[in-house]
């Protein structure tokens, strides 16, 4: 992984009542937003993720940065400020899938295999990020976080029994 410029902030886990609430827009583009971008990264970065939104950290704003792959292996990073996810679809594929909110734990997760978000930069630049399969899923997980989701949510039946299971015990 990358060593990003920012300070390594903690990341709130599950049961943190941020992680559940959804993020309001931002509507100031200043020195303050390129310090949580920048903290936003040097934090995936030092915990060894491929995505964080900011209220994994603690900041209830619609931002969420990003350093993954795609299907073909090309690797993608950036950051989307006020994302909307504008279509998720493709085959419906389910993959193991983790979050640094939820540590050390992956469970079988479905997700689209093709996704688009569009949003602004941190400058309020238009931007529109295209994602096939782990990136899609990237794309995917990082929206749900801003909405107040996480992705064990998308989760259902003995999947989504065995992953509250795993989660209680990994709390004990």
Do not use: W
């Amino acid at each position: 992984m990358a060593k990003a410029r920012g300070t390594v902030r903690p990341i709130r886990f599950l049961g943190d009542p941020g992680l559940r609430t959804a993020c309001d827009p931002v509507r100031t583009f200043d020195a303050a937003l390129d310090r949580l971008i920048d903290d936003m990264f040097a934090s995936m970065y030092a915990a060894e993720g491929a995505g964080l939104a900011a209220n994994q950290i603690g900041t209830a704003l619609r931002v969420f940065v990003y350093d993954c792959a795609d299907d073909r292996g090309r690797r993608h990073v950036g950051h989307v400020v006020n994302p909307t996810l504008e279509l998720a679809d493709g085959d419906l594929l389910t993959e193991p899938e983790g979050c640094l909110s939820v540590p050390r734990l992956r469970f079988p997760t479905p997700r689209f295999a093709h996704a688009v978000v569009s949003g602004v930069d941190r400058r309020g630049k238009t931007v529109r990020v295209e994602g096939t399969g782990y990136f899609a899923r990237c794309l995917q997980h990082e929206c749900g976080h801003l909405d107040g989701g996480v992705y064990i949510d998308t989760l259902s039946g003995d999947a989504r029994r065995d992953a509250m299971r795993a989660i209680r015990a990994a709390r004990a």
